[in-house]
Every structure is written in C-alpha cells, then in structure tokens.
C-alpha cells in the first residue's frame, strides 16, 4: 500500500554520492566512532553555517550547510553498519536534525534581514514551517501505523538546494529559499493526502475482504 517516493534530486547523483562515502565509512566503523558524535558534529556545523550567513559569507556558509547534511548521512549509514541502531538513536537524530535545519534558516533569515530583504526573511520562516510540518507529518503518520516517505521537499534536497545556491549566487539563494516554502508546504499536504488514501484502502480491503481461498 506504499507510494514511491519522488523526489527532485536525481537519483544517480544520490546514488552516486552516496558511493563516493562508502569507503570513509568503512574506515569509520574499523576506528568505532559512534555514530553519535557525528549526529552532534552535524548540528555543531550547521550552528557554524549559521553564523557564516550571518556574517554575510554564503560560500562558507553553502560549504558547511553541506558538510552538515554529509554528517547525517554518515551518522546514519554506521549506525546501521555497526549494529547500534536503536530507537532512541533515531529519537536523537531526528531531534538534533530539526535543530540543524533551525540554525539553517535562522543564519539564512539574517542574512535577508541584514540585506534588507524582509520578504523573503519572511519567505525563510514559512520555508522553516514547512520544513518542520514535512518531518512531523512523517513522524505521526509513522506514529499511526502508516508509512509516509513520500514528498518532493524532503531534507537531503533542502539542504543541497541551499548549500549550492549559496556557492554560487546570493539570487540563487534566494530564489530556492522560495521554492522550499512553497514546495515544502506543499509536502506536508501531499504527505497528509497520501495518509489519507492509505488510510481508505486500508477500510476498504476491511470491509470487502479478498474471497478465502479452498485447500484441498
């Protein structure tokens, strides 16, 4: 009853990066660094991103909200390759990532506000909501019984949009700081409908269950 997630970051490049991290994991998990410390590194660098935006250095600021998101990939991938997932593991990763993503937008709000843009300050905020209301959509739908991966603005695309957008250009930048609030809003809707659809198959097949089969 799952719906295949799409998303507008191409897989291959996914795939492909993902790849390219394989053997400093492996090199990781021989020296046993617990996948903790890199959910901690990851929130820590994404705090120094935020003060890079507030002081009006983009590519830094692009640079670390990058390095941030490759923390959370790794901190993952070894706790899954040591055997030390645990569900307060994944409660601490998912706490310290919305932190993360706060300290994002706060640094990027600043730097709208400095430049006297307070539209699109405003436009960050609505950005940051939407990104919250993607992951709590998730976590309560997951909480209900329902699986909820779907969406066209999860994380990973959020924080490449904005750490590239900012290496490049400060347009650019904002440009995608207005896509994410219209798209991410837009996710948490789509996550909300996609619960709702599974929610009646799951009534439907209830009420006209598949004819029972005769053994001979």
Request: proline share 4%; aromatic share 10%; net charge positive.
């Amino acid at each position: 009853m799952g719906k295949k997630s799409f998303t507008i970051l191409p897989q291959f490049i996914q795939k492909g990066f993902l790849k390219g991290l394989d053997p400093f994991i492996e090199r990781i998990v021989r020296i046993q660094v617990h996948p903790n410390h890199f959910t901690i590194l990851g929130l820590v660098i994404s705090l120094i991103s935020a003060v890079f935006y507030a002081k009006h250095n983009l590519r830094l600021g692009g640079v670390f909200i990058l390095l941030s998101g490759i923390c959370d990939i790794i901190d993952g991938k070894v706790a899954r390759k040591t055997g030390q997932s645990s569900k307060f593991g994944a409660l601490f990763d998912s706490s310290l990532d919305r932190y993360a993503e706060l300290f994002m937008f706060l640094g990027t709000a600043i730097y709208f506000v400095q430049k006297d843009h307070p539209i699109t300050s405003i436009v960050v905020f609505l950005a940051l909501g939407g990104s919250m209301m993607v992951s709590y959509v998730r976590a309560r739908a997951e909480g209900l019984g329902f699986e909820c991966k779907v969406g066209i603005m999860q994380r990973p695309e959020r924080i490449v949009y904005i750490g590239v957008s900012s290496l490049i250009h400060p347009y650019l930048l904002e440009l995608v700081i207005w896509m994410i609030a219209i798209l991410s809003n837009f996710t948490a809707i789509q996550r909300m409908y996609h619960v709702r659809v599974l929610e009646q198959q799951a009534k439907k097949t209830l009420e006209n269950p598949p004819p029972a089969t005769s053994k001979k």
